[in-house]
């Protein structure tokens, strides 16, 4: 840029024609985007303008040169700050996505689904009579034969598999989406 007299700009026009050009590709050098650097250009000339209006300068390019300096650093470290932001905002992506990875790599349907089938079972259960659930645990918990819980109940054989085939119908209905096809 060459030193001209403030008093040698007579419009905006003037100080435009005489300075976008080399502010632009000044600034541009060093923000990267041209885009911003001309926001950052047409923001200082401006702001050039209107203190060249207000009061005497002895130099309507160090002015400016200053001016472009200030926004484009306030440039430089809010892209610094976004920058920042996207890379904590990646790096807690990432960290997510890695316990995500690891909990479905640790994770055991098997144990998964024997809680679940032990709870369908529990719940089962407590939908029948005292009797009928003693009955079905002593059976398939207690392994009893259906002989030697008849003795113990004084019931007869056939009652004791009526008892534990009504459980097994009502678990094969309520574990139906666990059964292998």
Partial sequence: ????????ITSFESLYKQYYKR??????SYVHDEFAAEDIVSES??????????????SAEALLLTILKNKSL?????????????????????????LRISMLEACDPQEIFTAEI???????????????RLIFEQSRFGNKSNKE???ELGLSIKSI????????KALLTNLKDYQVK
């Fill in 45 to 58: 000339l401006i702001k050039t303008w209107e203190q060249l209006r207000r009061e005497h300068i002895r």
């Fill in 118 to 132: 032990q709870q369908i079972v529990q719940h089962t259960l407590r939908q029948f009579s005292a009797q009928t």
């Fill in 23 to 28: 502010a632009f590709f000044f600034t541009k």
């Fill in 149 to 151: 819980i008849a003795l």
């Fill in 74 to 98: 306030d440039y430089l470290k809010h892209e610094a700050i976004r920058e920042n932001a996207h890379y904590e905002i990646k790096n807690s992506y990432e960290e997510e996505l890695e």
């Fill in 161 to 168: 598999e009526y008892h534990i085939s009504k459980v097994l």
């Fill in 1 to 8: 840029m060459q030193n001209v007299n403030s008093t040698q």
